[in-house]
């Protein structure tokens, strides 16, 4: 009797141990087709999200085209830099789509973009040079505009013999010298070849986006 349940329990233990390796095999292979899946099959186009990228680059280009048309020249500076950002800012979100129609209209939109940058930024150039003449003036400054493209800015002023003076004040232009992209900064104090500090920016071309 006792070598009869010893043997039952023998068989049991093997049954479920059979039925434990049957289980891991199972789940083995719904691992592998799992992973099969998931490695070969085409990864699904995020549509919703292409249309929107459509409808944004589409949106731009129709303002691009209506600045093109009609300039709004009312908008003060900083308004109208800004909104050139914000097309330079589109564009790089948009410009590595692997969609066919969205890099049709990317296409479109950096043709539009830089037809309104290489328009505008001359004048945006000229417009800060004249609303600084009157202040700057005051401070026995005076600030004047050059180059084919109005991109060299140059200062004169008996202040400017000081290189501190100079670094101070190239300091506090940093940021609109970029943003209005202009490519030289010239501080004059005196005529002659010693009476002028000469800086090269690297800022973007209008030319580019």
Do not use: C
């Not at 049709?104 to 930024?121: A, G």
């Amino acid at each position: 009797m006792g070598k009869l349940i010893y043997i039952e329990m023998e068989n049991y233990q093997n049954k479920k141990g059979n039925t434990f390796k049957y289980i891991v095999l199972v789940l083995l292979a719904i691992a592998a087709v799992g992973i099969g899946i998931h490695l070969f099959k085409p990864k699904e186009i995020d549509v919703a999200s292409n249309k929107n990228m459509l409808l944004f680059i589409q949106n731009k280009i129709i303002d691009i085209d209506r600045e093109l048309a009609d300039k709004s020249d009312g908008a003060d500076i900083a308004t109208r830099v800004s909104w050139h950002k914000s097309n330079t800012a589109l564009y790089g979100e948009v410009k590595d789509s692997k969609d066919k129609e969205v890099k049709q209209e990317t296409e479109k939109l950096k043709d539009r973009i830089l037809k309104v940058q290489t328009l505008e930024f001359p004048d945006l150039r000229q417009d800060y040079v004249n609303s600084k003449k009157d202040v700057l003036h005051q401070q026995s400054i005076e600030i004047a505009l050059s180059g084919d493209k109005k991109d060299v800015l140059t200062f004169e002023g008996a202040v400017f013999e000081s290189k501190k003076n100079k670094k101070v004040f190239m300091k506090n232009i940093d940021q609109i010298i970029h943003d209005l992209r202009f490519h030289q900064v010239v501080y004059k104090w005196a005529d002659g070849k010693d009476g002028n500090s000469v800086f090269k920016i690297d800022s973007k071309k209008d030319s580019e986006i």
